[in-house]
């Protein structure tokens, strides 16, 4: 039974080597020029204005807070909707519940100013 598995324990032994020699390779036999230009911090086409190290503005946090609140409101949306005649009033309250709390964090983002950028 356990000879079953040894072409998946073959597959991933030749991967994980793979995934290991192909970056020390480029590494190894990349080109090494190094000049002003290539060691520059890039910052979108303009010189760099500010130390890199400071730290993200809380704006930054509540804008990703709300993606993934309208990221997870999708995922569990579209599964929900191709089983919604099977699930009945059950499941109709449940996602009820759940659209329900969306929407107070929702609020909740809307109060605080995230969907204001200056």
């Not at 020699?21 to 002003?36: F, Q, S, T």
């Not at 979108?44 to 190290?53: H, K, V």
């Not at 946090?61 to 995922?75: G, H």
């Not at 609020?107 to 969907?115: S, T």
């Amino acid at each position: 039974m356990l000879e079953n598995y040894v072409p998946i324990l073959i597959f991933m032994i030749v991967g994980g080597a793979l995934a290991a020699a192909v970056p020390v390779l480029g590494y190894m036999l990349g080109p090494k020029r190094p000049d002003i230009e290539k060691n520059s911090p890039y910052e979108c086409g303009f010189e760099p204005f500010g130390d890199a190290r400071l730290p993200f503005d809380v704006r930054y946090y509540r804008v990703a807070i709300l993606f993934i609140l309208f990221d997870l409101e999708t995922a569990f949306l579209v599964p929900w909707a191709v089983i919604f005649r099977k699930t009945g009033w059950f499941g109709m309250i449940g996602m009820g519940i759940f659209l329900g709390l969306l929407v107070i964090g929702f609020i909740y983002e809307w109060k605080k100013g995230a969907l204001e950028w200056e």
